[in-house]
């Protein structure tokens, strides 16, 4: 009967043997054969192409989500009174601390698209509380 070690270093041994072979096969149709050194060529070639294709493709994509998220954003509208305003502000700063604190819920490119909501979201807030700083500022002296 045959030993199982023994089975098994023939197996890797007749492994190694076919894949030393299949390098030495293919080191002298790359040395030694034109069409083979041009098909290799036109498949690196073509992998390259498809790689650029599909980095474009994602790109695209990204920027598709990207204009979706502004175009919500802008669709949501500014609230008007003073009291909708402060609700607002604060309805955005808890839903910037929930975000910060679930990190696990949007790995990846919806971390980018939340990040430029939240972005936008908080630009908004500022022209929304511009003018009250301004006010503030004329009305109350300069803190030394």
């Known amino acids: 009967m045959v030993q199982p070690t023994t089975l098994v270093t023939a197996s890797v041994a007749t492994a190694a043997a076919a894949i030393v ?10 040395r030694n054969q034109a069409e083979f050194r041009r098909n290799l060529r036109r498949n690196e070639r073509k992998q390259a192409r498809v790689a650029k294709e599909e980095a474009e493709a994602s790109t695209q994509q990204q920027r598709q989500s990207i204009r979706i998220r502004v175009e919500e954003a802008k669709e949501e509208g500014f609230p008007t ?11 955005q700063v808890m839903a910037g601390e929930m975000l910060s604190q679930d990190r696990r819920k949007h790995p ?37």
């Open 108 to 144: 990846g490119l919806d971390t980018t698209n939340n990040l430029l909501t939240v972005v936008l979201q908080l630009l908004r807030l500022l022209s929304l509380l511009w003018p009250s700083i301004r006010v503030s500022r004329s009305i109350l002296p300069p803190v030394t």
């Open 81 to 91: 009174g003073v009291e909708e305003r402060e609700a607002f502000f604060n309805e």
């Open 21 to 30: 072979g299949y390098a030495i096969y293919f080191d002298y149709q790359r």
